[in-house]
T-cell receptor, first 116, second 112 residues
């Protein structure tokens, strides 16, 4: 039973346009959400995060939006660049209680292709 | 500062063989993690460690063992390799559990 779902395996956008990557979750106890970016043959790298006390977090071209009532978050990349082409993973964790609950649960990823 | 390093990068094993995947971090992080990523899937946590001498199971621990004798090293042991263990394995570390995790480049393992 997937607790973090990325229902779009792939997304293709034109350079300069907006990329919107979506993520849904089922566990209402999740209170911390992250996006990781992964290039082929490399490990994932942290991109941006958001706590459940916020509904938006921005870092340069990247903005994450959180809709707790819908259990949905999205990553917006504006403007998209060819170097953004990668697999993007959404991840979530429960509380700050330590133990296994605090570990990250990852979605399956969305492959973004930004075309020049 | 090398971050998280993993060896080997690639390995082919025969069914029933054993091997150890090495992971070292030089950031003095307390937490270390082993994940596996199967094709088209997200990362699944195998084992994690909160500090030297302390390890715990993740979501998919069967068929694996770990140890953490030092802060820097967190090896993953496969005792009897099976085709189901064909995957890409990532090691990661973080200072605290909710801090950013830094990942190694991965080990691609094939069991035939």
């Amino acid at each position: 039973d997937q607790q973090v779902k990325q229902n779009s395996p792939s997304l293709s956008v034109q350079e300069g346009r907006i990329s919107i990557l979506n993520c849904d979750y089922t566990n209402s106890m999740f209170d911390y959400f992250l996006w990781y970016k992964k290039y082929p043959a490399e490990g994932p790298t942290f991109l941006i995060s958001i706590s459940s006390i916020k509904d938006k977090n921005e870092d340069g071209r990247f903005t994450v939006f959180l809709n707790k009532s819908a259990k949905h978050l999205s990553l917006h990349i504006v403007p998209s660049q060819p170097g953004d082409s990668a697999v993007y993973f959404c991840a979530a964790s429960v509380g700050n209680y330590g133990g296994s609950q605090g570990n990250l649960i990852f979605g399956k990823g969305t492959k973004l292709s930004v075309k020049p | 500062n090398a971050g998280v390093t993993q060896t080997p990068k690639f390995r082919i094993l025969k069914i029933g063989q054993s091997m150890t995947l090495q992971c070292t971090q030089d950031m003095n992080h307390n937490y270390m993690y082993w994940y596996r990523q199967d094709p088209g899937m997200g990362l699944k946590l195998i084992y994690y460690s909160v500090g030297a001498g302390i390890t715990d199971k993740g979501e998919v621990p069967n068929g694996y063992n770990v140890s953490r004798s030092t802060t820097e090293d967190f090896p993953l042991r496969l005792e009897l390799a099976a085709p189901s263990q064909t995957s890409v394995y990532f090691c990661a570390s973080s200072y605290q559990q909710r801090d950013t995790q830094y990942f190694g480049p991965g080990t691609r393992l094939t069991v035939l």
